[in-house]
């Protein structure tokens, strides 16, 4: 009777170490899989980082060609009133360089 009693424990031991030794390999695959996962969703994040980015790249050069355009518009609408504003002197403003420049031919003679 002492034997089978000693068989049991043994064997009782041998099967929790069975247990404890699966419940490790479990673990480990269980380890290995959630590593994997966060490899996997830091990929990803990365590939959505990249992509947000060149979605905010082209979102500010596409602003910054508009203001290009409203900042040349108003400039050469500015150029055509101060072309505009100029013309309408300019006849004046030759009489004026005229009647200078002969009176200081005069003055020289």
Request: proline share 0%; charged share 40%; glycine share 2%.
């Given at each position: 009777m002492r034997t089978e009693v000693l068989r049991d424990i043994k064997?009782?031991?041998?099967e929790y170490q069975t247990m404890i030794s699966a419940a490790q390999d479990e673990r480990k695959l269980?380890?290995?899989q959630a590593e994997?996962?966060?490899?996997?969703?830091?990929?990803?994040?990365?590939?959505?980082?990249?992509?947000y980015k060149k979605l905010k790249l082209e979102e500010?050069?596409?602003?910054?060609?508009?203001k290009n355009a409203d900042?040349?518009?108003a400039g050469n609408q500015r150029a055509a009133a101060m072309k505009e504003?100029?013309?309408v002197h300019l006849s004046k403003a030759v009489q004026l360089l005229?009647?200078?420049f002969k009176e200081q031919l005069h003055v020289k003679a």
């Amino acid at each position: 009777m002492r034997t089978e009693v000693l068989r049991d424990i043994k064997k009782t031991e041998e099967e929790y170490q069975t247990m404890i030794s699966a419940a490790q390999d479990e673990r480990k695959l269980k380890r290995s899989q959630a590593e994997l996962e966060a490899d996997n969703l830091v990929t990803k994040a990365q590939g959505n980082v990249e992509e947000y980015k060149k979605l905010k790249l082209e979102e500010a050069r596409r602003q910054a060609e508009l203001k290009n355009a409203d900042v040349l518009k108003a400039g050469n609408q500015r150029a055509a009133a101060m072309k505009e504003k100029g013309t309408v002197h300019l006849s004046k403003a030759v009489q004026l360089l005229l009647s200078r420049f002969k009176e200081q031919l005069h003055v020289k003679a």
